[in-house]
């Protein structure tokens, strides 16, 4: 069994800053890839930025600048780093892991989401 639980959403002012936090754990050997991900209502989730086990990273247009995406391997964590966050509908970020279990499985888990509002 493997969870994914972000933290770290809430509502916040246009240009202030949210931290966002993935942490994967359970039956973990290594954990891949890891990726957040955002979907507003009505619209499909789409990709904020995701980074390897090595540190390679990949943003989306809309995030570069303005998100730093960092991770520890030790803890299985990632985090994403939004700065100057401008005003939008509410949306869910979503964390993805592909996880090697400890049956040597390689698997992807998603979170259950963190809401971020950004609003006056």
């Known amino acids: 069994q493997v969870q994914v639980v972000e933290s770290g959403g809430g509502l916040v002012q246009p240009g202030g800053s949210l931290r966002l936090s993935c942490a994967a754990s359970?039956?973990?050997?290594?954990?891949?890839?890891m990726g957040w991900y955002r979907q507003a209502p009505g619209k499909q989730r789409e990709l904020v930025a995701d980074i390897t086990r090595g540190g390679t990273i990949n943003y989306a247009d809309s995030a570069k600048g303005r998100f730093t995406i960092s991770r520890d391997n030790a803890k299985n964590t990632a985090y994403l780093q939004m700065n100057s966050l401008k005003p939008a509908n509410p949306a869910v970020y979503y964390c993805k892991v592909v996880v090697i279990t400890t049956t040597s499985q390689v698997s992807v888990y998603w979170g259950q989401g963190t809401q971020v509002t950004v609003s006056s």
């Open positions: 359970g039956s973990i050997r290594s954990s891949g890839i």
